[in-house]
């Protein structure tokens, strides 16, 4: 055998040393989703699995998700220069999530939202 050949064998050997290690790390993280919601609505929608660290990769993917959909709404605000009020200067601003910023972000996503007003809601009831 060539070197190149051992080196490529080395790295076929190791590849899987890094998802365990991520599936150790996995089940002693505690994901701000817990694991009892999202196993809830995985079986709403018909998901089973016996595998508690499959939920808890679900939670962590669904934790970014929407993680990344505020950081998105954050920039839109930013963008539009809307900045609640206050007394503190400098790198200390506050902004305010709003649908506004929220509906962009998550269009980019696929997700569509559309305002009801208020008269439309009497009229449905």
Not at 63 to 69: A, E, L, N, R, T
Request: glycine letters at 6%; one cysteine or more; hydrophobic letters at 35%.
């Amino acid at each position: 055998m060539s070197s190149s050949n051992k080196g490529s064998e080395n790295e076929v050997k190791t590849a899987g040393i890094p998802i365990t290690d991520f599936l150790l790390q996995l089940e002693d993280y505690t994901p701000t989703i817990p694991d009892a919601v999202t196993a809830y609505y995985l079986n709403a929608s018909g998901f089973e699995s016996s595998d508690p660290r499959i939920v808890r990769l679900i939670s962590l993917a669904a934790q970014k998700f929407i993680s990344d959909i505020a950081n998105d709404a954050l920039q839109h605000c930013k963008m539009r220069g809307t900045t609640q009020s206050s007394k503190k200067t400098g790198k200390d601003k506050r902004y305010t999530l709003t649908l506004d910023d929220l509906t962009p972000a998550l269009a980019e996503y696929g997700i569509n939202v559309k305002k009801i007003g208020r008269a439309s809601c009497r009229e449905r009831v």
